[in-house]
């Protein structure tokens, strides 16, 4: 409180001040991003244990601006989406990422997914369902080869709007994947009404394998509950031999990790499908 007067409350308010003052300029910034050419769109394998390959990949967006240099998605996804800018970054990623692994899968003969995040703004937006049936038409990507990740959180805002709009694209063959799964509030019934094909294990759980006795009995469940619902499992960041080993015992499907593989440029990305058996 400012009647402390030990300085306490002025240094408090400075650094709201300075947060202030770079959200400010990161809005302003973002603004003229995606016609700068300011983005970019990595790529992070997705690793089946039971086919012994890379079956896809995460599209995760990068934003290097000139002065700033490379600013987070943890730090400006939050921005973009209160200013209402997240739209326009999520349709350029979608086409972005469309349109490269329809390359890559032309180039190898192969059928890779690719998974793209929905942010809750974009998912909940009237025109959700049209813009993607739209960017899939603009690139004639297949609708099979499509993942869409939604968190729990953003379903549950409105769940029937949820599932409607997810029955409506599952019903052309696109895909939905739930997100940082066990992070938010997470209502098991809703689980299964929403009818999405994978779960995906938020990072967090892997992580305390190795520290946090209880977590291993957590990512058992959720594992179990997936497979239950007839979901496929997707662990995210993994990092260690450990966590692999735990997860290959309680047959996940499929791993995302530093472990495995780092979020990548295309071109370097195509350099670490070469080496894959
Ligand atoms: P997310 O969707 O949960 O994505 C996974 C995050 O975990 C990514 O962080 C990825 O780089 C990171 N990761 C993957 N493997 C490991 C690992 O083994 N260890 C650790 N420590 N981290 C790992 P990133 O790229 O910084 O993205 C953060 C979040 O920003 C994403 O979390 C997602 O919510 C959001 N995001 C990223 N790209 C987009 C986008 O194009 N659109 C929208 N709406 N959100 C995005
Ligand atoms: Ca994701
Ligand atoms: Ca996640
Ligand atoms: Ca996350």
């Known amino acids: 409180s400012k009647h402390r007067g030990d300085g306490g409350y002025t240094l408090f308010n400075a650094n709201i001040e300075k947060k202030n003052l770079r959200r400010t300029s990161l809005e302003d910034k973002l603004r003229g991003a995606v016609t700068a050419g300011h983005f970019l769109v990595y790529y992070q394998p997705q690793y089946s244990l039971e086919q012994k390959r890379v079956t896809g990949f995460e599209a995760l967006i990068r934003w290097n601006d000139p002065q700033e240099g490379w600013i987070s998605p943890g730090e400006f996804i939050p921005i973009a989406e209160s200013s209402g800018l997240i739209s326009a970054i999520d349709t350029w990623t979608l086409r972005q990422a469309l349109g490269t692994i329809n390359t890559l899968n032309r180039e190898t003969g192969k059928q890779y997914t690719i998974s793209v995040n929905v942010s809750a703004l974009q998912f909940r937006e009237e025109g959700f369902v049209e813009s993607i049936l739209a960017a899939l038409n603009a690139t004639s990507f297949p609708p099979e080869l499509l993942e869409l990740e939604i968190t729990e959180s953003t379903a549950m805002q409105n769940v029937s709007a949820a599932i409607a709009k997810i029955e409506e694209l599952s019903k052309r063959g696109v895909c939905f994947a739930v997100d940082d799964f066990g ?51 997707i662990a995210e960041g993994v990092e260690t031999e450990a966590q692999l080993e735990f997860i290959q015992k309680h047959s996940c499907s499929i791993i995302q990790g530093y472990l495995f593989g780092r979020p990548m440029p295309f071109e370097e990305l195509k350099e670490f499908l070469k080496h894959e058996a």
């Open 183 to 233: 992070t938010g509030y997470s209502s098991l019934s809703y689980l299964n009404r929403l009818k999405a094909d994978t779960l995906k294990i938020d990072s967090s759980f892997i992580q305390e394998l190795d520290t946090v006795p209880e977590a291993a009995a957590v990512v058992t469940s959720v594992i179990a509950l997936g497979k239950n619902l007839g979901m496929r499992i």
